[in-house]
Nanobody, 119 residues
Framework: VQLQASGGGLVQAGGSLRVSCAASGRTFSGYAMAWFRQAPGKEREFVAS????????YYADSAKGRFTISRDTTKNTAYLQMNSLKSEDTAIYYCAVGRGRERTGYDYWGQGTQVTVSS
């Protein structure tokens, strides 16, 4: 499985950004694609996930109401639309394939994409 994250960048507080994760190498039925993030000096944390087959989504409290995760099964790509960005959203965002909300539930990881929110 290969995951390629893209779309990060620099945005002002209150702005929006969409990151993408293109997947290849297997089918993902029975798995979820998730976004985690890791800020400097902090542990990697769950942001959101989407079950590949059903499209059911889950969010961390910090993402609810501001972020939207989606997937396009025809393109094998997942997206994280981030609105109303805050400085505390600054982190490297990683996509992953697996199950649940814990890092240990995910076996496949992308390389990460930097998101920087300036205040």
């Amino acid at each position: 499985v290969q995951l390629q994250a893209s779309g990060g960048g620099l945005v002002q507080a209150g702005g929006s950004l969409r990151v993408s994760c293109a997947a290849s190498g297997r089918t993902f039925s029975g798995y979820a694609m998730a976004w985690f993030r890791q800020a400097p000096g902090k542990e990697r944390e769950f942001v959101a996930s989407v079950w590949w087959s059903s499209g059911m989504t889950y969010y961390a409290d910090s993402a609810k109401g501001r972020f939207t995760i989606s997937r396009d099964t025809t393109k094998n790509t997942a997206y994280l639309q981030m609105n109303s960005l805050k400085s505390e959203d600054t982190a490297i965002y990683y996509c992953a394939v697996g199950r649940g909300r814990e890092r240990t539930g995910y076996d496949y990881w992308g390389q990460g994409t930097q998101v920087t929110v300036s205040s």
